[in-house]
């Protein structure tokens, strides 16, 4: 008789359209909306609706700023009883959504499921540009700005802008001189957090970004991901002036001086100006005698590698 009576229950709050199950009829008729549409519930102000009475009450606090739910801990407010419940978990350090591959463990179920692409290979985000795929829309957003050259982070010292929040809040250092980031093994500091970080590789020899491919490792992220273009072939950064596409967007910035015809880089003791640093440091060699190349069969010395390749000519007959 027991199971009987479960399965009228179940029965009762079974969804016609999916076959998913519900405690009570109140959550059943909700769900239902998912398959009709229907949204009742309209701001007033905004005119977005919501399926879901409850839903539209949170939506209004973006109108009225009004955030009910509080941390005991620290003060910080919210809008939505949830946003509360994961800040909460900086103060306690729970982490309840764990990876069933590597075990790592997250706050958010966002953050999970973001991690979890590194498994799967999953990159959801692409640019519709030129076809480069991430793993977070954030970083799709930072990346279509090569394409808009839109830079909306701009230092409110020197005028300076930036394509990302980080880039400005490193350049604002350069303006107050802070440097509060630093390293308890060689006093070294630095400007941002990420600095730090990487540097302190150097110490421990930790590379912990590994080519899928070839198992090169890297001490950063930025490194392996330009490393990957030589297996993809991937040149993201193309010039809009004559089309040539670079696998880093330092080949693109250089290759643009030459339809620009700037030359940033200038000697200080004649004043010739280069459109490359190495070009400079070749020519300055000029001015300290300087030359580091030298031929193994003969002792030759020359100011540059061009100089040294040709002169060995002389010696393997190849003219």
Do not use: W
């Not at 405690?23 to 009742?40: A, E, F, M, Q, W």
């Not at 030359?291 to 069969?297: E, L, S, V, W």
């Amino acid at each position: 008789m027991e199971h009987e009576i479960d399965r009228r229950i179940v029965k009762r709050h079974c969804c016609d359209d999916c076959e998913q199950v519900f405690t009570t009829s109140s959550n059943l008729k909700i769900h239902r909306k998912t398959h009709t549409g229907d949204k009742p519930y309209r701001c007033d102000q905004c005119g977005a609706a919501f399926a879901v009475k409850n839903n539209l009450t949170r939506h209004q606090r973006i109108h009225t700023g009004d955030k009910p739910y509080r941390c005991v801990q620290c003060g910080a407010a919210f809008a939505v009883k949830n946003n509360l419940t994961r800040h909460q978990r900086i103060h306690t350090g729970d982490k309840p959504y764990r990876c069933d591959q590597c075990g790592a463990a997250f706050a958010r179920q966002g953050d999970l499921t973001t991690h979890q692409r590194i498994h799967t290979g999953d990159k959801p985000y692409r640019c519709d540009h030129c076809g480069v795929a991430f793993t977070r829309q954030f970083h799709l957003i930072t990346h279509q700005r090569i394409h808009t050259g839109e830079k909306p982070y701009r230092c409110d010292q020197c005028g300076a802008a930036f394509a990302q929040q980080s880039a400005l809040i490193r350049h604002r250092h350069i303006h107050t001189g802070e440097k509060p980031y630093r390293c308890d093994q060689c006093g070294l500091a630095f400007g941002g957090q990420d600095y730090l970080t990487t540097h302190q590789r150097f110490h421990t020899g930790d590379k912990p970004y590994r080519c899928d491919q070839c198992g090169v490792a890297f001490a950063q992220q930025g490194d392996l991901k330009r490393h990957q273009r030589i297996h993809s072939g991937d040149k993201p950064y193309g010039c809009d002036q004559c089309g040539v596409a670079f696998a880093r967007q330092s080949g693109l910035i250089r290759h643009q001086r030459i339809h620009t015809g700037e030359k940033p880089y200038r000697c200080d003791q004649c004043g010739v100006a280069f459109a490359r640093q190495c070009h400079l440091m070749s020519h300055q060699r000029i001015h300290t005698g300087d030359k580091p190349y030298r031929c193994d069969q003969c002792g030759a010395a020359f100011a540059q590698q061009g100089h040294l390749t040709r002169h060995q000519r002389i010696h393997t007959g190849d003219c």
